[in-house]
Nanobody
């Protein structure tokens, strides 16, 4: 069982930055692939980024490549999402999630979820 708690969301102007954190509990944290997914108002949840193992494999949604960076610290059971050059279309509730499946692009692949943190980008 993995429990996840996000923090770091907030209101920021377009072009600004935010760093999301996700604290995880559980003795086998390093065995999980971790992801960030988001859900904007009136839209379905979408994949943002994922990181496998100790970070040797990362994947990003095309629209956030070169702006967002996912990282993890397995010693501290922490997951991060550094978001730079934020745009109004990045406004959403961001959730961290964990899976042991090999697929990580679909939200249905994830077994454990945090409660989500709101990110609002004003124009």
């Amino acid at each position: 069982q993995v429990q996840l708690v996000e923090s770091g969301g907030g209101l920021v102007q377009a072009g600004g930055s935010l760093r999301l954190s996700c604290a995880a509990s559980g003795p086998t944290f390093s065995r999980y692939t971790l992801g960030w997914l988001r859900q904007a108002p009136g839209k379905g949840r979408e994949f943002v980024a994922a990181i496998v193992g100790i970070g040797e494999i990362t994947a990003y949604k095309d629209s956030v490549k070169c702006r967002f960076t996912i990282s993890r610290d397995n010693a501290k059971n922490m997951l991060y999402l550094q978001m730079n050059a934020l745009k109004p279309e990045d406004t959403a509730v961001y959730s961290c999630a964990a899976t042991q499946k090999t697929s990580y692009f679909r939200d249905s692949a994830y077994d454990y979820w945090g409660q989500g943190t709101q990110v609002t980008v004003s124009s």
